[in-house]
Structures are given as C-alpha cells and as structure tokens.
C-alpha cells in the first residue's frame, strides 16, 4: 500500500509563487509518473504536470512557462512550483503516483490553493 501526503497549499495574491509537496511512501517500485492535479467545483479533474521515473516532463497548456514539476527519487518526494499564479489556477490540487506494475494508482488528499486578485 502506497500513501501520498501533500503539503503547501494556501493563499497567495495574483503574480505569487508557491511550491507543493508530496511525499509518498510505502513500495514503491518499477517504472512510475507522479503527477499534479487540480478540480475546481463542478467541473472534472484536469492534468496539471506530470513526471516520470525518467525525468520526462508534460505541463498542461494553461501553466507551460509558469508552473515546475520535478521529483526526488531518494525521498520519495515530487514537487510542483507554481509562478506567477493566476486567479484561474484556483483549486484543489491533487498529487497522483501511477505505477507501471499493474497500474496501481494511488492520489493525495488534496490541498487548497487559492490565488486572489
């Protein structure tokens, strides 16, 4: 069993930058794409960034040039700094890890962020 913890959600005025966390643990193993997602009320969730246990990256088209993802494989821990946020990033924002064996998939509670204007 894997569990994703997530941190660093919160409100920050248009043009600021934060940084998530998420921290997974338990057995992790093979191939993998940790990911960042975000859902806003009424609406389905979307793809924000994802990574992959090789280093290639893929950003919506909404953050390309604004938001990061990477990752610290020794930690477990994948990151996604967001800059110059705009109200529209408003959202909770998900952490996701998909495994290649079996396709195990396991999500993050969700943490907060909110961009006022």
């Known amino acids: 069993q894997v569990q994703l913890v997530e941190s660093g959600g919160g409100l920050v005025q248009a043009g600021g930058s934060l940084r998530l966390s998420c921290t997974a643990s338990?057995?992790?193993?093979?191939?993998?794409?940790m990911g960042w997602y975000r859902q806003t009320p009424g609406k389905q969730r979307e793809l924000v960034a994802v990574i992959n246990s090789g280093g290639s990256t893929n950003y919506a088209d909404s953050v390309k040039g604004r938001f990061i993802i990477s990752r610290d494989n020794a930690k477990n821990t994948f990151y996604l700094q967001m800059n110059s946020l705009k109200p529209e990033d408003t959202a909770v924002y998900y952490c996701?890890?998909?495994?290649?064996?079996?396709?195990?998939?396991?999500w993050g509670q969700g943490t907060q962020v909110t961009v006022s204007s």
């Open positions: 996701n890890l998909k495994m290649a064996f079996r396709s195990w998939e396991y």
């Open positions: 338990g057995n992790i193993f093979g191939p993998n794409a």
